[in-house]
């Protein structure tokens, strides 16, 4: 599971809009969960481009099946996210906690959303849940 900028300071950030819960109550979550389901889920969150871009790079090295990703404001300008995930080939569900259809216009297209698996928009931290749910479906798909 890959986060973009900002999402380190959820919980502090915009709590109206993002809700209190910190990421890392949410990755703490996500991975009991996922365990639960009999997978893996890897967490990571960066304020660099270039560190989630080195991420998805080494995902078929790492044998990950499905990445959820939250791409924050790169989803509407990363040309490079977009490259590096259809490089790897690898399933990818996109999830925003707000609905980025309901905020400002430059917000509305997603550079990613033609080509995931799904976009989850709207629904605050449980939007990861549902990400999680989907990708887990995803690489059950995908196994041998």
Known sequence: ?????????LGQREPTLYGRETLVAIETRLVAQAKAGGHELV?????????????????????VRCIIINA????????????????????????????IHAREEFRHRSLLADRAVGVICGFGPLGYEFALRAAMAEADRASP
């Open 72 to 99: 924050g404001a790169w989803t509407h300008t990363s040309i490079a996210l977009r490259d590096a995930l259809l490089g790897v080939a690898i399933p990818f569900v996109e999830v925003h906690l707000s609905n």
């Open 43 to 63: 967490c990571a969150q960066s304020n660099a481009e270039h560190v989630l871009l080195e991420r998805i790079h080494a995902a078929p090295r790492d044998q």
């Open 1 to 9: 599971m890959l986060n973009g900028p900002n999402l380190n300071l």
